[in-house]
């Protein structure tokens, strides 16, 4: 079946530390991949897009990687704070009709 | 903020009563889009317009839902007869590969 994985477990991560979130698919071949920012009781909130074509992209503290061959995207966060505590959603739009497939999304909290 | 207004923000009904929900982006987008959220989960496509036009249209959507833009600008949702199984997020999203979310109506049905 069709699919996208995150960690469903939260991820806790020391203040000032790099949190990295996993986001594993399969069965698709996405032109590109997103990543979204949700706090409780919020929308999602669009942070970055990288396309198939692009390894490695960077906005300000925030870096994904893709890699279509293991059919998997990074997402970094350097420098961690506090305020970074949210839940990540990663997201892809497999036929290419802005029809977003989510994965559940992964819990991040940054500890003082 | 998105610019995405969404309302109510909250709504509480009891099982078989019909409820509507509103999105109003501030300025006018071609495309608007319809999610189901549910509390742990990420969302799930329902439905979305370009301009007033309804292109598609999940098959997670029954046939107690209607989704309408007849401007092509705002949107409502309908759901008809509500099941407590409709109790999640509805969130509406504007763009087109990037897309901006409002803050949701919150729907539970009792």
């Known amino acids: 079946s069709q699919k996208i994985e995150q960690n469903s477990e939260a991820l806790n991560i020391q203040e000032g530390k790099t949190a990295t979130l996993t986001c594993n698919y399969t069965?698709?071949?996405?032109?590109?991949l997103q990543w979204y920012r949700q706090d409780p009781g919020r929308g999602p909130v669009f942070l970055l897009l990288?396309?198939?074509n692009e390894k490695e992209k960077r906005k300000e503290r925030l870096k994904v990687t893709f890699d279509t061959t293991l059919k998997q995207s990074l997402f970094h966060i350097t420098a961690s704070q506090p305020a970074d505590s949210a839940t990540y959603l990663c997201?892809?739009?497999?036929?290419?009709?802005?029809?977003?497939?989510w994965g559940a999304g992964t819990k991040l909290i940054i500890k003082p | 903020d998105t610019g995405v207004s969404q309302n109510p923000r909250h709504k509480i009904t009891k099982r078989g009563q019909n409820v509507t929900f509103r999105c109003d982006p501030i300025?006018?987008?071609?495309?608007l889009y319809w999610y189901r959220q549910t509390l742990g989960q990420g969302p799930e496509f329902l439905t979305y317009?370009?301009?007033?036009?309804?292109?598609?249209k999940s098959r997670l959507l029954s046939d107690r839902f209607s989704a309408e833009r007849p401007k092509g600008s705002f949107s409502t949702l309908e759901i008809q007869r509500t099941e407590q199984g409709d109790s999640a997020m509805y969130l509406c999203?504007?763009?087109?590969?990037?897309?901006?979310f409002g803050p949701g109506t919150r729907l539970t049905v009792l």
């Open positions: 999203a504007f763009g087109d590969n990037e897309q901006f």
């Open positions: 300025s006018e987008h071609n495309r």
């Open positions: 317009f370009q301009n007033e036009a309804q292109l598609e």
């Open positions: 069965n698709y071949s996405p032109a590109y």
């Open positions: 990288i396309r198939e």
């Open positions: 997201a892809l739009d497999p036929d290419s009709n802005y029809q977003l497939i």
